[in-house]
């Protein structure tokens, strides 16, 4: 067996993966149709619905009185706002791992300063 497909065998066992937001990013495009010219519309209208069928899914749990969430339903509907959030990067013309770390960069410095909590985009 070769290293990168042990490498694999072993992430996928482990639960995991190697996969890097740029190489997400690149291949979440392969799979986009949308009319370019109603590209902002679509993808923001699509994150908005799928951010809302996680939602929906914690909501029946309140429904129906469960306690334990289907990690693979859940993890399929964040795939799916992934897919919306890499597709909207891409057509702003931004790399999804440089808004990872402008977000993991801004929420360090929120917490350092004490500004986690509260509200407004600019704390
Ligand atoms: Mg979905």
New binding site residues.
């Given amino acids: 067996m070769n290293l990168e497909i042990e490498a694999k065998e072993f992430l996928r066992k482990k639960n995991m993966s190697n996969i890097t937001a740029t190489e997400y990013q690149r291949k979440a495009k392969e799979t986009a149709i949308f009319p370019a010219d109603k590209a902002l519309e679509y993808l923001s209208l699509g994150l908005v619905?799928?951010a809302g069928?996680v939602a929906n899914k914690v909501k029946k749990l309140i429904r129906d009185k469960k306690v334990l969430l289907d990690t693979t339903v859940i993890s399929?509907?964040i795939?799916?706002?992934l897919w919306y959030c890499a597709m909207l990067a891409d057509y702003l013309d931004v790399n999804l791992g440089k808004i990872m770390d402008d977000n993991l960069d801004k929420l360090k410095s929120r917490k350092q300063r004490g500004t986690l909590g509260g509200t407004g985009d600019n704390r």
């Fill in positions: 619905g799928e069928e399929s509907e795939g799916d706002v």
